[in-house]
């Protein structure tokens, strides 16, 4: 094993571009892999939490696209019946509020005010860009949805 400390895990407090350059990945990581930021360097148990919640949720999507292939009947008689559409929302509202939840973590151990005073707008920046666009977007499907409200 190396003795060299990594700036993700150990930064060096001292060197703004060693900060920011970890507050860039931190976000990065958290856009592709939610929860891999809060393994990394935060509150292990919330990672855990997100990892399980995201590759469950991959999984779940993997599995749809498997079963549309095979038989897209019973796919849309699922996804069609109230029931079936309940349990869609209930799913991915779950799944937003720990994408929301994650994201505002990640912005915390980011900690912005030690990263390069430029950077820092570009940073929050992307951060808050792509959680709102994630969940206006959801909101949006849910309320433009072709079906009838009852």
Known sequence: MSNARSPIWYPNTGSLTCL????WWLVVLNIF?????????????LGWFGLRATLSFLALVVVTGAAYAMNPEMLLTVT?????????AVVMVSYAVVWVVLTFDTIRLVRLVKARPKARPFIAGL?????????????????TSPWPAT
């Open 20 to 23: 920011t350059r970890r507050a």
């Open 127 to 143: 951060a808050t860009v792509v959680l709102v666009s994630m969940e206006s977007g959801r909101i949006s499907m849910r309320s």
């Open 33 to 45: 892999i939610p929860g891999s930021a809060q393994v990394l360097v935060g509150s292990r148990a």
């Open 80 to 88: 069609t019946n109230s029931i079936g559409l309940w349990i869609i």
